[in-house]
């Protein structure tokens, strides 16, 4: 077969392929997709699990190891049945997080973090890396081994034919992987050529394992006992290895960004990974049905030191046919562009979405994003794609494109093994945080890459010194043998450290950091994602006691209103109003819809949530309800503001008002007690001058008549003065004539001016002259107005049958300080306190001299002058005490 | 008949009540005085005048706090009373017609309007068969 033909059949495949993708989009894009987004075509896509190292390595790998190439298929297998739960969740959160990559499943989960959304990129990078090389390997392996059957003809050179092949990949993928911008990223033209592809590849390796198996060993009995001749039989399982390939595989399945891409992101509903559960393994199990056959039959067959890497292919071209070769090529091209496109893509993405477009977002960080985003993320995402093909090209030509297919493919795997951690803690664990998910990525990567990456050059990056005896001869930190764990398998080795490293930063870090608050949201969101679409949720019918609900809605709704709303639904559910309606999810939807009017559809959701018996308030749902209440609170902040300075006002107002009344109180008092000073003696006026009018009296009457009218004439003048005086003194506009007087004298004028006053009593003065010794300045005539005052009083009211009044000064800290006290009954303790208001009088004295005014008089005067007036009590008798500074402060 | 004739005053202005004695008496009326609040009402009850004259600011005891006390004694309660103020103001009028006063005037009031008062509140001319005070000339 020449090799021009093989190149033109390659060509004429991938157009093929091209085609079957361009029908398949435009079909998309007219919205007629139909069997396509079957549960065949996405379990068909999920065969890129098998690439170029699965279609032709696995004979090799069972070739040289025996069964032990059955974990390759048995890990995502018991993933599948075992663990499809997980991959249920995972596909979940990505339709409901419209996750684009595994990096962003890991950013999202941890805070929508961007380092590590950076982080796993890097990762998925560098441990992909040596897969895209282990397919261009393979595919340039099968162009040889044509190329040798055919010798002779003009052809490229290994390297050269490695570069077209990348080349050409590059540009099929960028032509069908980013010709559209989604949000979710599905290529349905793409997954659509995987799923022909997948048919290719199976059909092919079947078609090769028919023809050994039948054609060359002469059927199952013949080729059983081949099996059993072969030093195949002699293989012994290693239990450490075997575990270790398993689990990987297992991981693989899960981690591969290829995977995740089309396990999660390509997902469109529940059904098609309900058929993959069972499908996939089923399509697992017939892949590798003829891997042994072929093996067998390849090492009988073949001359000692063929690469049995290429039994595949060598095994017919051996025998002559010519045309099951060309097929069996054809399915390890499809094997190996498969996995490289939806590699790439889901590279592409990651590289685009997470260092890319931030980087640029940073950089150009003031100015409106416009129109041009799109175009940049589409470059981004070619450039992208090119340079994990040139990536893996470079892992080709420096690895030299030595070693055995099975060996690159398991490095990878160990590499996004790694995300394994974070991946699972993310989703199941809601204590995971960011610092642990990067503490973890970062542990394991640097340790796989320590063990098991770097030794892959050989000698080429780390020294051979470092490889047998450690870093600085460091014996126990020697990348195959880490703390002198020389007997393990290295594989096994560097997972086993990587892993338990990774595992063990994660959950430290996690327990001892503290996740923020979008990393709280996130991880409700992740852990619980079955708990509750963000949508409105549909209510299982719970164990919401009817009862409860009412009582509840009562309380936000009022009674009237809960009360119309259950009765309806009671109607509705064809019951008597007078029954409760069963807790029905319709009723609990309408319920918490009405309540959601009231008082906000988080705290609404959480009422019902606690009623109906799920008691899962996620962390979203009071987020939610801490926003509605600040908002609440914030608005009833205003209110109390607004309330208080209502009641500031009212208060303001209530004071002015009490003022006023108390203002007006005192004035109709005032006036009332006015009158009736006025009016007493005016009556008593017209009375008899009525009386004298009439003439004709005795002369006794006339006389009496008009001292009567003499005495109340007198007292109104009194009283007329004793009001002005008051008025003049309380207004504060008195004229003080302010000299220096002796207080001796003044209380001489007082004593003489009182002999007036009941001048038939004979009262005793107690003084002390050599006190009274005291010179002041002050208003003499004011200050002799209050004595006058005092000792008048106490002439007038004191009952003692040997009346005595007791005049004290005393000279203290500039002030002066006289009492005046009587020794009569004095005033009762109830009434000492009304003293000095106007118009008092002690009860049941007759007032034919005075109106009440005058102790009021003594205080405003008392206050004029700088001083105080106060009633003594207690002195045995009634006792004022008034105090004085010696001068009066000018002003 | 004679106690149609006996008045109570109570006042404790002296001129006051001088005067108005002096008037009464000299009209046929026999008027005992008494001069403040405390007893007055059991003064009445023991008198059982025609006719109570009750000032409204008594020491003691308001003539508010007397009326009261006479309205809620049985044998005063339907003594007329009249009730003399010095204040002015129409709310105390309002309060001593609450508290059952007859007649209410305000001081000061010419003498025939008080001989008016009485002669109708106590249903009899007076002694000297004249109307009115005025022309008066009994001797005190």
Not at chain 1, 159 to 180: C, D, E, M
Not at chain 1, 265 to 274: G, K, P, T
Not at chain 1, 674 to 684: D, G, K, Q, Y
Request: glycine share 8%.
């Amino acid at each position: 077969m020449s090799f021009n033909l093989l190149v033109a059949s390659c060509l004429a495949y991938v157009i093929f392929l091209f085609a079957v993708a361009f029908l398949v989009e435009r079909r998309s894009g007219q919205g007629k997709l139909g069997w396509l987004r079957s549960p065949l075509v996405y379990t068909l896509s999920l065969s890129i699990y098998c690439t170029a190292w699965t279609f032709y390595g696995a004979v090799g790998y069972g070739a040289r190891s025996g069964l032990e190439f059955i974990t390759i298929y048995l890990g995502p297998t018991l993933v599948f049945i075992g663990w499809w739960w997980i991959l249920r969740k995972l596909v979940y959160i990505g339709r409901q997080q419209r996750l684009t990559s595994i990096a962003d499943l890991i950013s999202s989960r941890y805070g929508k973090s961007n380092s590590l959304g950076v982080l796993v990129t890097v990762i998925a990078i560098v441990a992909v890396t040596p897969y895209i090389a282990l397919q261009l390997q393979s595919v340039v392996l099968a162009f040889e081994v044509f190329a040798s059957a055919a010798p002779g003809e003009a052809r490229p050179a290994a390297g050269q034919t490695a570069i077209w092949v990348a080349a050409g990949l590059a540009l099929f993928t960028i032509l069908f992987g980013t010709r559209n911008l989604d949000a979710k990223e599905q290529h349905t033209g793409i997954v659509t050529a995987i799923a022909v592809e997948a048919v290719v590849k199976l059909v092919a390796l079947i078609a090769v394992g028919c023809f050994v198996v039948w054609g060359l060993a002469g059927g199952v009995s013949g080729i059983m006992a081949k099996i059993d001749a072969s030093s195949l039989h002699d293989w012994q399982l290693q239990p450490g290895r075997w575990t270790a390939i398993l689990f990987l595989a297992g991981a693989a399945v899960i981690c591969l960004p290829r995977m995740f891409q089309v396990i999660v992101v390509e997902n469109s509903d529940d059904r098609q990974l309900a058929r993959a559960s069972w499908a996939f393994p089923a399509y697992l199990l017939a892949m590798s049905l003829f891997i042994i056959p072929i093996a067998v039959m390849g090492i009988e067959r073949m001359p000692a030191g063929s690469n049995p890497d290429m039994f595949v292919l060598t095994l017919p071209l051996a025998e002559g046919q010519g045309g099951l070769a060309m097929l069996a090529f054809l399915g390890g091209f499809s094997s190996a562009t498969s996995m490289v496109i939806v590699e790439a893509i889901a590279l592409a993405t990651m590289v685009s979405n997470h260092i890319v477009i931030p980087t640029w977002l940073r950089l150009r960080r003031s100015g409106a994003i416009s129109e041009d985003v799109r175009s940049l993320v589409l470059t981004a995402r070619r450039l992208s794609i090119a340079l994990v093909l040139a990536l893996g090209l470079g892992y080709y030509r420096l690895s030299g494109g030595s070693g055995a297919l099975a060996e690159i493919g398991l490095i990878s795997f160990a590499g996004v093994a790694q995300f394994l951690p974070a991946m699972i803690g993310g989703i199941f664990w809601r204590g995971a945080t960011r610092t642990g998910a990067l503490l973890g990525l970062a542990t394991g990567f640097l340790l796989w890459a320590y063990c098991l990456f770097l030794p892959s050059f050989g000698d080429a990056i780390l020294p051979a010194s470092v490889l047998q005896a450690g870093p600085w001869g460091l014996g126990w930190l020697r990348p195959n043998a880490m703390f002198g764990t020389e007997v393990m398998d290295p594989l096994v080795h560097a997972l086993f450290w990587s892993l338990i490293g990774n595992t063990a930063a994660f959950c430290a870090a996690s327990i001892l950091s503290f996740p923020g608050p979008v990393e709280r949201l996130q991880s409700a969101a992740f852990v619980n994602v079955f708990d509750g679409p963000v949508g409105p949720q549909r209510w299982a019918r719970g164990e919401a006691e009817p009862e409860a609900l009412l009582m509840m809605t009562q309380r936000i709704m009022g009674e009237e209103e809960a009360q119309g709303l259950f009765e309806r639904a009671a109607r509705d559910q064809g019951k008597s109003e007078t029954m409760l309606p069963d807790p029905t999810p319709a009723f609990l939807a309408a319920l918490e819809e009405r309540l959601a009017g009231s008082i906000g559809a988080a705290t609404a959701h959480a009422m019902i949530s606690k009623l109906v018996g799920l008691d899962t308030v996620t962390v979203e749902d009071l987020m939610v309800v801490a926003r509605e209440s600040a908002q609440l609170m914030e608005h009833s902040a205003q209110l109390e503001e607004q309330r208080g300075e209502l009641a500031r006002t009212a208060t303001a107002l209530r004071e002015a008002n009490e003022k006023l009344t108390a203002l007006s109180v005192q004035k109709d008092a005032f006036l009332s007690q006015i009158s009736h000073e006025l009016r007493t003696p005016m009556t008593s006026i017209r009375a008899f001058s009525e009386i004298l009018a009439e003439g004709d009296l005795p002369v006794g009457t006339v006389a009496r008549s008009g001292g009567i009218i003499r005495d109340e004439a007198v007292r109104l003048t009194r009283l007329l003065d004793d009001l002005l005086d008051l008025s003049v003194l309380e207004s504060g506009k008195v004229q003080l004539s302010v000299s220096l007087v002796s207080m001796r004298d003044l209380i001489d004028r007082s004593i003489l001016a009182t002999e007036k006053v009941k001048p038939e009593r004979d009262i005793e003065f107690t003084r002390d002259q050599v006190a009274e010794s005291v010179w002041m300045r002050t208003d003499a005539d004011r200050l002799t107005q209050v004595f006058i005052n005092l000792i008048a009083n106490a002439r007038k009211y004191c009952d003692s049958s040997h009346p005595r009044i007791r005049i004290a000064v005393r000279v203290r800290a500039g002030r002066v300080r006289v009492d005046v006290a009587d020794n009569g009954k004095g005033i009762p303790k109830a009434l000492q306190s009304m003293v000095f208001e106007k118009f008092w009088r002690l009860p049941g004295e007759a007032r034919a001299s005075g109106a009440g005014l005058g102790l009021a008089i003594c205080r405003e005067i008392v206050t004029n002058l700088g001083g105080t007036i106060d009633y003594l009590p207690g002195q045995g008798g009634a006792a004022f005490r008034v105090v004085l500074p010696l001068r009066i402060e000018p002003g | 008949m004679e106690n149609s004739r006996k008045v109570l005053l109570v006042e404790d202005e002296p001129n006051i009540a001088e005067a108005i004695q002096f008037i009464l008496s000299r009209a046929g009326w026999e008027v005992i005085h008494h001069a403040e609040g405390r007893d007055a009402a059991q003064i009445a009850r023991r008198l059982q005048p025609g006719l109570v004259i009750l000032d409204h600011m008594l020491p003691g005891l308001s003539g508010i706090e007397v009326l009261t006390a006479l309205r809620a004694d049985p044998v005063t309660a339907d003594v007329p009373v009249l009730m003399l103020t010095a204040k002015g103001l129409p709310r105390d009028r309002e309060a001593a017609e609450r508290a059952g006063a007859t007649r209410f005037m305000t001081k000061p009031f010419s003498n025939a309007e008080i001989v008016a008062e009485v002669r109708s509140l106590t249903g009899a001319g007076d002694i000297a068969g004249r109307a009115g005070a005025e022309s008066g000339n009994v001797t005190p």
